[in-house]
């Protein structure tokens, strides 16, 4: 490639040979300082430093200080050699002002002083310091079921002591779900089912099975399956029965189709259930595992129902349709993946009544309240911490006042915050669920023992 900036460089000494006259002590060769242009990245310890090339360098010099005369340097930062258009500084100390500057190299020739550039580090965010709570387990207040999401190989030691000690039903976070339970089409895997349901019934928890269907657990056997339509239909109805079946009068009750209605339309999702089943392939599933357990509860589990209007009326559009033909369904599972400052009391009142008024029972089945819905938060503050209890005593409350034999359970999707799936799923930092890293309880357990009727 041909070196344009070499050429140029050349060109420059040319002229000045060409120019300078004998008499001149300055150099010979001079040539644009860079210029500092403003700083990026600015954190508490750093910056980065930009400035604009020249064409003719090869390299600059880089100064760093917290005077304006560059009367003394920062550390080491004086005549910093580096490349390009910027560079990262660190080490510096938060909430200071420092400025920087350059001198353009080429060769063994020195440019003046670029102008210099003021550059403020971040202030220090004082470290959060959680106010004690009471430390009262849920389940002393509670005339439910209080639930929590659970993996298999969590449930120990100081996990152990507050998930029994707190909680009345267990959910399998992602074990009992198709993905895990039917991984390829000729062997089934129940061991961490059968480890969670029996966790439960050594510490007296009822299970709720979750879920027999969701699009997004459906092994990719399943998901490219090979025979006839008919075949997919028989697959999934043995699928059904065979986990039913397994965990009859020791599982209490299953969302069937987990999220069967899309985003943004009210239809049917797009799975490969609705495309090889067709639109009354939810009710058959709900037949199915009717068949296999008598007394199992069975539930329509979906998210955004809490207040998406069209959502809303798809859920209990499918739901009267049961109800009218006679399909077996006991209950509506709103996920409640919700935030501090949404949805509003009044939505969750009225949504949750009108599944009341249909006679179904109600689970707040996936509880998490995001304290940093925004990303703008670095860390939980006090001000945030008792916001997002307010919300959960307000859930709590609402599902409260439900008439006792509909109210299914409330289940809380995660025990401590670094726990969530949320953190994963947003890519931002997040605090929602009840209790800190090391297990002690949030305002937003304080905010779920006042939805029951604690005071202190
Ligand atoms: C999530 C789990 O929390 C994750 O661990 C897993 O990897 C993916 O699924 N709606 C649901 C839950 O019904 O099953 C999802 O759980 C969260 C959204």
């Known amino acids: 490639m041909y070196n344009f900036k070499g050429l140029l460089f050349h060109l420059s000494i040319s002229a000045c040979l060409i120019g300078c006259s004998d008499e001149d002590d300055s150099p010979d060769i001079e040539f644009q300082a860079p210029i500092a242009i403003e700083a990026t990245s600015i954190g508490e310890d750093g910056f980065t430093a930009n400035w604009i090339e020249v ?5 600059y010099l880089l100064d760093v200080s917290a005077e304006e005369d560059f009367s003394a340097f ?30 353009a190299v080429a060769g063994s020739e020195v ?5 210099s550039s003021q550059v403020r580090t971040a202030e220090m965010e004082e470290p959060f310091v959680p ?27 100081l996990y152990d002591q507050r998930l029994s000690g707190e909680f009345t039903s267990l959910t399998a976070e992602y074990e009992m779900k198709m993905n895990i339970m039917y991984p390829s089409s000729d062997s089934f895997n129940f061991e961490q089912a059968d480890a969670i349901v029996e966790y439960a019934e050594a510490n007296d928890m009822q299970v709720h099975g979750h879920a027999l269907i ?72 709900h037949q199915w595992a009717r068949n296999a357990d008598p007394d199992v509860l069975l539930f329509y589990n979906d998210y955004n129902i809490e207040f998406d209007a069209q959502k809303q009326q798809a859920m209990l559009d499918l739901v009267d349709d049961f109800i009218d033909r006679g399909v077996p369904i006991d209950g509506v599972g709103f996920q409640m993946h919700i935030s501090y400052n949404f949805p509003s009391k009044s939505q969750l009142e009225s949504i949750t009544g ?18 940093n ?21 307000e859930v709590v409350s609402i599902f409260a006042s439900i008439p006792t034999d509909q109210r299914f359970a409330i289940t809380v999707w995660g025990l401590r915050d670094s726990d969530t799936w949320l953190i994963d799923f947003w890519g931002n ?12 309880p949030k305002p937003a357990h304080t905010g779920f023992l006042r939805g029951l009727g604690w005071q202190p």
């Open 55 to 59: 064409l003719s360098a090869d390299s």
């Open 354 to 371: 009108e599944v009341v008024n249909r006679g179904l029972m109600v689970h707040y089945s996936e509880l998490d309240v995001r304290a």
């Open 373 to 393: 819905p925004n990303g703008t938060l670095t860390q939980l503050n006090d001000t945030r911490a008792e916001e997002q209890g307010a919300k959960v005593e």
């Open 111 to 115: 440019s003046a002083f670029s102008n």
């Open 131 to 157: 106010v004690d709570q009471p430390d009262i387990p849920l389940k002393d207040y509670a005339d439910f079921p209080i639930g929590m999401a659970v993996q298999a190989g969590r449930m120990t030691a």
């Open 429 to 440: 930092p997040e605090w929602p669920l009840l209790f800190y890293d090391d297990f002690k």
């Open 214 to 285: 969701w699009h997004n657990a459906t092994p990719s056997w399943v998901t490219n399956f090979s025979g006839t339509n008919q075949e997919f239909e028989q697959m999934v109805e043995d699928y059904i029965t065979t986990v039913v079946t397994r965990y009859k009068g020791r599982v209490r009750s299953w969302d069937v189709v987990n999220e069967a209605i899309e985003d943004g339309n009210g239809q049917l999702r797009n799975s490969v259930f609705l495309q090889k089943m067709g639109a009354d392939y939810v009710a058959k599933c």
């Open 74 to 103: 920062v550390g080491n930062l004086q005549d910093v050699p580096t490349s390009g258009s910027s560079y990262k500084v660190s080490g510096l100390e938060d909430n200071t002002t420092y400025y920087y500057r350059l001198r």
